[in-house]
């Protein structure tokens, strides 16, 4: 580390291009300091997010006319073109900290997903041993890794929001609420229709037995599980033939159908005609 007049500190520095800019999310910096006994930052103001990570020691944290005392293991977070001061609140432990600077379109919406907000701008008891190794691997990937290495920066921003999440901390969460599972279902069923899926899969997903499962889900929806998702992969058959020039074999294979047999009976007791039949009868020389 290098001797500043208030620490001792080391810092890399990243400067987005046109990729890192259209990706919305991009490395600015990366640091770790040991303060000395007077460091004092601030007031300041940054252009970027910035996540301080107290490794060591307590800081004084003051923002929008508010002071916070935080400890080891916590984290505050600097926004954009606000103004924050911070120190040392106990000199008997030198203050050490780790901070990821950061900027981009997501940043926002992924500090809210963990907690973090212009209105409470910290979080308490964070640091764990994952974090930990991967605020090394911010430094690691910039010091030793030759060129630009954005994907490697992304995945552990990307990572490192992950292990924030406070959700992951409830060993024993709560069960859903009928109406939530079964939103969950919907949500599962009417973007994974046409891959190979099961009312004992959806079942498995919302953490409920299949029996229990689809006698609520046909109370709510007045139609079965079962029928729901073949509604679904039946609706896009048609949609298929109609709009598109794909056989009815691709037809088939790409709502997981086994073969070409199979899907024209489904279809033949769905509608009553056969795929063929249907595709001739709107075909545009019909009209």
């Not at 060129?147 to 992304?154: A, D, H, Q």
Request: aromatic content about 12%; hydrophobic content about 35%; some cysteine.
């Amino acid at each position: 580390m290098q001797e500043y007049t208030q620490e001792f500190a080391e810092n890399l520095y990243f400067t987005p291009d046109e990729t890192d800019l259209s990706l919305g999310l991009w490395l600015m910096r990366t640091g770790r300091n040991i303060a000395k006994p007077n460091y004092n930052a601030g007031p300041r103001t940054l252009g970027h997010y910035s996540m301080h990570f107290i490794r060591a020691g307590s800081v004084l944290f003051q923002y929008d006319d508010q002071t916070i005392r935080l400890e080891k293991g916590d984290v505050f977070c600097l926004f954009p073109h606000l103004s924050y001061h911070y120190r040392p609140a106990d000199f008997a432990v030198p203050l050490e900290m780790t901070w990821v600077g950061f900027a981009g379109s997501q940043a926002a919406g992924l500090l809210s997903l963990v907690g973090i907000h212009p209105g409470v701008p910290y979080a308490t008891s964070v640091l764990s041993t994952e974090v930990e190794l991967t605020l090394q691997h911010f430094w690691s990937a910039g010091a030793l890794r030759t060129g630009k290495p954005r994907l490697k920066f992304l995945s552990l921003l990307y990572q490192l929001f992950d292990q924030l999440d406070p959700r992951k901390d409830n060993h024993a969460p709560q069960r859903d609420t009928q109406k939530e599972w079964i939103r969950k279902s919907l949500d599962y069923m009417n973007t994974h229709y046409s891959e190979n899926i099961d009312v004992n899969h959806i079942a498995k997903l919302v953490g409920i037995h299949r029996t229990y499962f689809s006698k609520v889900f046909t109370e709510h929806l007045g139609i079965t599980p079962l029928k729901y998702l073949l509604k679904l992969k039946m609706n896009k058959a048609m949609q298929l033939l109609k709009e598109t020039p794909l056989t009815v074999t691709e037809i088939a294979l790409s709502l997981s159908y086994s073969d070409t047999a199979s899907f024209s009976r489904s279809f033949s007791l769905y509608f009553g005609n056969p795929p063929t039949h249907y595709r001739k009868q709107t075909s545009p020389s019909k009209k």
